[in-house]
């Protein structure tokens, strides 16, 4: 008898499950997602029960992908990603005719974790996009994966960061900026972009929105405080290479400046020694004058070049009258 009244309640409960899978909208609409996540959350051992509905092929096909993806969204949850791609790889032929297909595929190649599989899994995403375009779940992972890439590649490609910005603009719309995990993947996009500020008002709507009775508020929070955190490293990595950037310039101009200063060292030793060589040449008195002018003509150049490095102008022009003064009295003194 006990075991009649056990058979009866699971029968129940399976049908009951059945007739909530049914009355989901269809599965390229906003509302499935939300719908199906319900039903997932109001289930005792939903992982069991929705894989019994995905292997009962009696059931309509609409079904059992409903139970299919609740069942995915249950691994997804809790980070079973190998399993989450087994089954994948079970039931994608079957499915194939479904566009949320592709969004698993992504998922599977953005779990590997490497650039060119997070490549891969952006241009799942983007096809899942272009097939469900007003929802926005499928938006959002496109401009998530999209923001991820960029994070761990060297280069950011500006028109892919701005497909991005519109996706995730695009997804908070549709939902009408009521999700708040979407406003943290904005802050991501925001900071790779070097907008820190904005990027730390987005994680602080993120943490507001974050609904405190939802089963992923814990592991959420934790990803806002820890997009916070990269937020700040970004920042003083920008600054540092910014500093790094100014110290290479101003090294550039200093080896310049040497480079010139050599150059006019190696004129002034020909002048003098051309010089001295036309003095020995001439009278004594010209030979003096000649120094005398040569002697200014050098203060004049020198002045000349201290502009350069120095501010102090006071300096600058009492060593431009001192050379003009030693290049005139050669001349007074002719006279």
């Known amino acids: 008898m006990a075991d009649n009244n056990s058979g009866n309640r ?3 409960t399976r049908s009951r499950l059945v007739r909530q899978l049914e009355s989901l909208p269809a599965s390229t ?3 499935f997602s939300t719908g199906i996540r319900r039903v997932v959350e109001g289930l ?3 992982e069991r029960r929705l894989r019994k509905l995905v292997k009962d092929t009696t059931l309509n096909s609409s079904v059992r992908f409903a139970a299919l993806y609740g069942w995915l969204l249950r691994l997804r949850r809790e980070e079973r990603y190998a399993e989450y791609e087994a089954v994948v790889r079970r039931y994608a032929e079957e499915f194939a005719g479904e566009p949320y297909v592709y969004t698993f595929h992504a998922i599977i190649a953005k779990n590997k974790g490497d650039t060119a599989n997070l490549r891969s899994a952006v241009e799942y995403s983007r096809q899942a996009a272009e097939l469900m375009p007003e929802v926005a779940g499928v938006i959002h992972q496109l401009a998530a994966f999209i923001v991820e890439y960029f ?3 060297e280069t950011v490609v500006t028109e892919e960061l701005g497909e991005a910005g519109r996706a995730v603009d695009r997804a908070i719309a549709i939902t009408r900026g009521r999700t708040g995990h979407y406003f943290e993947t904005k802050a991501r996009l ?4 070097g907008d820190y500020a904005s990027a730390r008002i987005a994680v602080g709507q993120a943490i507001e929105l974050e609904p405190r009775t939802s089963v992923d508020y ?4 934790t990803e806002y405080q820890a997009t916070r955190v990269r937020i700040d490293l970004l920042q003083q990595r920008s600054h540092w290479n910014d500093q790094l950037e ?3 310039r101003e090294l550039a101009e200093f080896k310049a400046q040497q480079l010139q200063l050599l150059g006019l060292l190696a004129a002034v030793v020909a002048f003098v020694a051309a010089t001295a060589n036309i003095a020995s040449k001439t009278s004594q008195a010209d030979g003096i004058r000649l120094i005398q002018a040569m002697a200014g003509s050098l203060i004049v150049v020198f002045a000349s070049f201290s502009l350069v490095s120095t501010k102090s102008t006071w300096r600058i022009a009492c060593m431009y009258a001192v ?8 001349y007074l003194l002719k006279r």
């Open 218 to 221: 814990h592991r959420r929070l």
């Open 10 to 12: 699971q029968a129940s």
């Open 44 to 46: 005792a051992q939903p």
């Open 246 to 248: 100014q110290n290479r």
């Open 151 to 153: 994070e761990r590649s």
């Open 323 to 330: 050379g003009f003064l030693m290049l005139a009295v050669p």
């Open 190 to 193: 925001l900071a790779l972009r």
């Open 29 to 31: 609409t906003q509302e």
